[in-house]
């Protein structure tokens, strides 16, 4: 499969209406940590956060479908506006297909961002298979477009902001922080911007 050009990528963006994404090696850059009392512990970076936030405010869900269960992801996305987390399995096309369902939505309108190859087989269903710059070679070869940053750096941030640079979004995004600065918005980023 060849990489899309930018203006490709920045096209199929215009049409997805649906962002999944994995946790290990996409959302963190795929280290589990334990602690000396056995408990996972897992590195999340803010500016992901925010991107789940501003995923909602331009009204794009977002999906985390990820092999493993851990209580440290599902404590991450207690906090965070997510449409559905779905834990420990490892077949991510039928958990996509059920959101999909539900929303209305085709696989030409999602777009994907997995890292291993584990997500390879949602990476060919989608309309946008999106890869981190640190993912598996063989994950790179089957992407439409692999992010400038590695899993866990903000990878699905620099997505999400793509999506809103391809809807000519960015006035909405702005006048929310703009507005919250003053007090007045509850939709827009909430604890993810320090």
Same mark, same amino acid.
């Given at each position: 499969?060849? %990489? +899309?050009?930018?203006?490709?990528?920045?096209?199929? %963006?215009?049409?997805?209406?649906?962002? =999944?994404?994995?946790?290990?090696?996409?959302?963190?850059?795929?280290?589990? $940590?334990?602690?000396?009392?056995?408990?996972?512990?897992?590195?999340?970076?803010?500016?992901?956060?925010?991107?789940?936030?501003?995923?909602?405010? &331009?009204?794009?869900? +977002? =999906?985390?479908?990820?092999?493993?269960?851990? @209580?440290?992801? /599902?404590? *991450?996305?207690?906090?965070?506006p997510v449409h559905a987390l779905v834990q420990g399995?490892?077949?991510? #096309?039928?958990?996509?297909?059920?959101?999909?369902?539900? +929303?209305? &939505?085709?696989?030409?309108?999602? @777009?994907?961002?997995?890292?291993? %190859? =584990?997500?390879?087989?949602? %990476?060919?269903? #989608?309309? #946008? !298979?999106?890869? #981190? !710059?640190?993912?598996?070679?063989? =994950?790179?070869?089957?992407?439409?477009?692999?992010?400038?940053? /590695?899993?866990?750096?903000?990878? +699905? *941030?620099?997505?999400?902001?793509?999506?809103v640079s391809a809807r000519?979004?960015?006035?909405?995004?702005?006048?929310? $922080?703009?507005?919250?600065?003053?007090?007045?918005?509850?939709?827009?980023?909430? *604890?993810? !911007?320090?």
């Amino acid at each position: 499969m060849a %990489l +899309l050009s930018r203006s490709q990528y920045q096209e199929r %963006l215009q049409n997805v209406r649906l962002l =999944v994404t994995d946790v290990d090696g996409v959302l963190t850059d795929g280290s589990i $940590y334990y602690t000396e009392q056995n408990v996972e512990t897992k590195q999340f970076h803010v500016r992901d956060g925010s991107g789940f936030y501003i995923a909602r405010l &331009i009204d794009l869900p +977002l =999906v985390v479908i990820t092999a493993r269960s851990s @209580a440290a992801v /599902a404590r *991450r996305f207690s906090e965070l506006p997510v449409h559905a987390l779905v834990q420990g399995t490892f077949d991510k #096309v039928t958990a996509c297909a059920d959101v999909q369902r539900q +929303l209305g &939505i085709d696989d030409r309108q999602v @777009a994907y961002m997995g890292d291993d %190859l =584990v997500d390879l087989p949602l %990476l060919r269903r #989608v309309g #946008v !298979a999106i890869t #981190v !710059a640190d993912a598996h070679p063989l =994950v790179r070869q089957q992407a439409d477009w692999i992010t400038g940053l /590695a899993g866990g750096k903000g990878a +699905l *941030r620099e997505v999400v902001d793509d999506i809103v640079s391809a809807r000519g979004l960015w006035d909405r995004v702005m006048n929310d $922080y703009e507005t919250r600065q003053g007090g007045a918005s509850d939709v827009g980023f909430g *604890r993810e !911007a320090d």
